[in-house]
T-cell receptor, first 112, second 116 residues
Framework: SQKIEQNSEALNIQEGKTATLTCNYT??????LQWYRQDPGRGPVFLLL?????KEKRKERLKVTFDTTLKQSLFHITASQPADSATYLC???????????FGAGTQVVVTP | GAVVSQHPSWVICKSGTSVKIECRSL??????MFWYRQFPKQSLMLMAT?????????EQGVEKDKFLINHASLTLSTLTVTSAHPEDSSFYIC????????????FGQGTRLTVV
């Protein structure tokens, strides 16, 4: 079956450092991957989308990579700030109509 | 960006009663919306795909008679939890995507349901 997995352990990081999150997928080849941010008690908010033919995507302090050989996407938050503390979810499409499968999410805690 | 509004944000109901949750796309039309459920410390689990003008498509293991979905217009989908029980207590979230395929999904704020 198709699986998408993230490290469920919380990532504690000091302000100013780079946080790196991992998303691995197995038994399928998604055309793209998406990354979302979710704050407690709120719905996810879209951050970045990267397609299978793209190696890297950037948006401000965020960077996403997509390695189809390793079946992995990495999500980086550079110069992290306490306001970046949240849970980050990766997602892949399971059909062409927008149905998404989500990873378990990785909680990031940035301390001053 | 597009806005999806979900209402109510939270609701407490007694066991055996029904609760309706609304999901509206405010500035775009959505022929398809999705309903997810999320338990504490867990990820979003897709419950069903809501299709405007036709029956919803439910994921395996989701009881369609318990979770009634109605998508009566291009901007509104409703999820009704019927005969709610404490185990139905969860965070319910809807999403919609302007257009099809390779675009971002916009999520509602979520509804915290507590059944007592």
């Amino acid at each position: 079956s198709q699986k998408i997995e993230q490290n469920s352990e919380a990532l504690n990081i000091q302000e100013g450092k780079t946080a790196t999150l991992t998303c691995n997928y197995t038994n399928y080849s998604p055309a793209y991957l998406q990354w979302y941010r979710q704050d407690p008690g709120r719905g996810p908010v879209f951050l970045l989308l990267i397609r299978e033919n793209e190696k890297e995507k950037r948006k401000e302090r965020l960077k996403v990579t997509f390695d189809t050989t390793l079946k992995q996407s990495l999500f980086h938050i550079t110069a992290s700030q306490p306001a970046d503390s949240a849970t980050y979810l990766c997602a892949s499409p399971t059909d062409s109509w927008g149905k998404l499968q989500f990873g378990a999410g990785t909680q990031v805690v940035v301390t001053p | 960006g597009a806005v999806v509004s979900q209402h109510p944000s939270w609701v407490i109901c007694k066991s055996g009663t029904s609760v309706k949750i609304e999901c509206r796309s405010l500035d775009f039309q959505a022929t398809t919306m999705f309903w997810y459920r999320q338990f504490p410390k867990q990820s979003l689990m897709l419950m069903a795909t809501s299709n405007e003008g036709s029956k919803a498509t439910y994921e395996q293991g989701v009881e369609k008679d318990k979770f009634l979905i109605n998508h009566a217009s291009l901007t509104l989908s409703t999820l009704t939890v019927t005969s709610a029980h404490p185990e139905d207590s969860s965070f319910y979230i809807c999403s919609a995507t302007p257009g099809t395929g390779n675009t971002e999904a916009f999520f509602g704020q979520g509804t915290r349901l507590t059944v007592v």
